[in-house]
């Protein structure tokens, strides 16, 4: 009875377990249709942002490889300025040296993707709105940068500051988002309440803003808080003079359009 009760259990056993893998499987399955049936919703701009930070991702992910990549894939005062990798204005765009960042940046970027797509020229011949989009994202990211190494000059602790990812021009992009679509509501993780735009890019500017403060008194920071509010600063700048008029200004709650307004 004794043999007969552990064979029974056993199997009992190799049914659970049975039936977990097969649920397990099933979820696997059904998130997989998802992340197709959400890839093909992509437009093809935001797809070739998503394609290029995966590259470089992944050299990033080489041991062998990482030397080379934080040398020419990094934006800093001591490796941009001072050793003449001007390009890596443009490259530490789509570099990410962690997959959390990464994940978050690319997350980021497909939400308030389409959003930024009609904010973009309709008749323009050469590029689509969707390519618009993804060349907007990434010049205002050349310009965040840019703009981040010119408030180092003026602010000495943060030129010893590095800066990777894509969050300067998905700053800007959210910027112009904002203006044209101030009423949208976005859900948050762990935040059971949906937040406007306005008081999204509000709080976000406001926190950049307190811990750029706590860089420029010699603190240590993994964010590059300049880079991200030269990225809102570029954002609303080309909403207002550069383009297309489709949207009328927004009046934020810190009021910055009174500058350029």
């Known amino acids: 009875k004794a043999t007969v009760s552990v064979l029974n259990c056993g199997g009992r056993s190799k049914m659970g377990l049975d039936d977990v893998g097969a649920e397990l499987t099933a979820k696997t399955r059904d998130i997989g249709d998802a992340a197709r049936r959400q890839w093909r919703r992509t437009s093809d701009g935001a797809k070739l942002l998503l394609m290029t930070s995966a590259a470089v991702h992944v050299g990033f992910r080489v041991p062998r490889l990482r ?9 800093s005062w001591r490796n941009t300025v001072q050793g003449r990798r001007w390009h890596t204005l443009g490259t530490s765009v789509f570099a990410h040296d962690s997959f959390l960042h990464f994940g978050f940046n690319c997350y980021a970027m497909t939400a308030m993707f389409p959003y930024l797509q009609s904010s973009m020229d309709r008749r323009n011949k050469y590029l689509s709105t969707s390519m618009q989009a993804a060349a907007f994202i990434a010049v205002a990211g050349v310009a965040a940068n840019l703009f981040g190494l ?7 602790p943060l030129l010893v500051v590095s800066s990777v990812g894509m969050s300067g021009g998905l700053y800007a992009a959210f910027a112009v988002v904002t203006q044209s679509h101030p009423h949208i509501q976005w859900q948050l993780l762990f935040i059971p309440q949906p937040i406007s735009s306005e008081t999204m890019l509000t709080c976000m500017v406001g926190l950049d803003a307190a811990g750029l403060a706590y860089l420029a008194t010699g603190g240590m920071s993994l964010i590059a808080h300049h880079v991200h509010l030269m990225g809102a600063m570029t954002g609303l700048l080309a909403h207002n003079y550069i383009l297309p008029k489709r949207h009328p200004p927004t009046r934020l709650p810190f009021n910055l359009n009174r500058f350029w307004s």
């Open 150 to 156: 010119m408030m180092a000059m003026a602010i000495p």
């Open 67 to 75: 030397p080379f990549m934080y040398r020419h894939f990094a934006m």
